[in-house]
């Protein structure tokens, strides 16, 4: 199906393809692959996706008795393949989402869920004035923490990392230069859960002026695409997140107490939604 080349019969070698899961490639999506394809990330499609379907409970936690972030925790192997998985999406998606917003006008971005802070980085090496503090839950930020004290990549100099958890505690902003990025964040969670860390993050920028931009993927109000389809059924699967048309978007801004103050569409995928805490 070409994901490899044959050359002689039974013979086979890699190609432009298959180059993506080498892990000497640096643009390679193979952790993305072995993740999506593990074991207990396989199960629940085939084990309870119609179950799941009729009852509104994600197969995972069918088929595992848990939540997908819950059983992270304590699965160390799948918790850090999913990190490396989550550094690899640039990879998939381009980095329209460094050169299209204009992240320049700000001196620290507070990245929220931002895992090894890869797309902190990518932003970093083309703004040599801005620096980054990566936000996440504990495990994640020690090994993170522990993977960049390896590496010698333009910027990482600039990064910081701290614990944290955006249902509970997120570092303030300290001026209206400090900007919150969530990536791929609240696609994770049901309206409620995203509306609980919403205000958190407003909370976050009292009245510094600071804004929030959401990377995320905005559905159109019909007929959505094969590809956007498929990342909504993959968030049902795992999750009670969701994929979200702008109305639905715009509607969840509102019970939080935001205001949409610009949308940017990226050249490669998704959409960076601007916010600020309502007066």
């Not at 643009?27 to 074991?39: P, T």
């Not at 160390?76 to 640039?90: G, I």
């Not at 009292?206 to 007929?223: D, F, H, S």
């Amino acid at each position: 199906i070409g994901v490899f080349e044959e050359k002689a019969p039974h013979v086979f070698r890699n190609n432009k393809i298959s180059a993506f899961l080498r892990s000497d490639n640096p643009k390679n999506v193979r952790a993305m692959i072995l993740m999506h394809n593990a074991e207990a990330m396989s199960r629940p499609w085939y084990e309870h996706l119609e179950q799941g379907i009729r009852e509104g409970v994600p197969p995972f936690r069918l088929s595992h008795g848990e939540d997908l972030f819950d059983y992270l925790d304590h699965h160390a192997d799948l918790d850090s393949l999913f990190s490396e998985a989550m550094d690899s999406v640039e990879a998939l998606t381009g980095d329209s989402f460094a050169t299209d917003f204009d992240w320049g006008r700000f001196e620290r971005i507070i990245d929220v869920g931002g895992s090894r802070g890869a797309k902190s980085l990518a932003i970093l090496k083309r703004h040599p004035k801005l620096t980054a503090l990566v936000v996440d839950r504990p495990q994640v930020i020690a090994e993170a923490e522990h993977y960049c004290s390896t590496q010698t990549t333009s910027g990482i100099e600039r990064l910081r990392f701290q614990a944290g958890d955006a249902l509970t505690t997120i570092p303030s902003a300290q001026s209206e230069k400090d900007i919150f990025l969530l990536s791929a964040v609240l696609h994770c969670f049901d309206n409620e859960t995203c509306i609980t860390i919403l205000r958190n993050v407003a909370d976050a920028c009292g009245q510094t002026g600071a804004r929030i931009a959401l990377l995320e993927m905005v559905l159109p109000e019909v007929g959505a695409d094969v590809a956007a389809a498929s990342f909504d059924m993959q968030m049902f699967m795992g999750s009670r997140g969701r994929e979200r048309t702008l109305s639905e978007w715009t509607a969840l801004f509102d019970h939080a107490g935001m205001a949409l103050d610009e949308v940017v569409g990226l050249q490669s995928f998704g959409n960076i939604l601007v916010l600020l805490p309502k007066k």
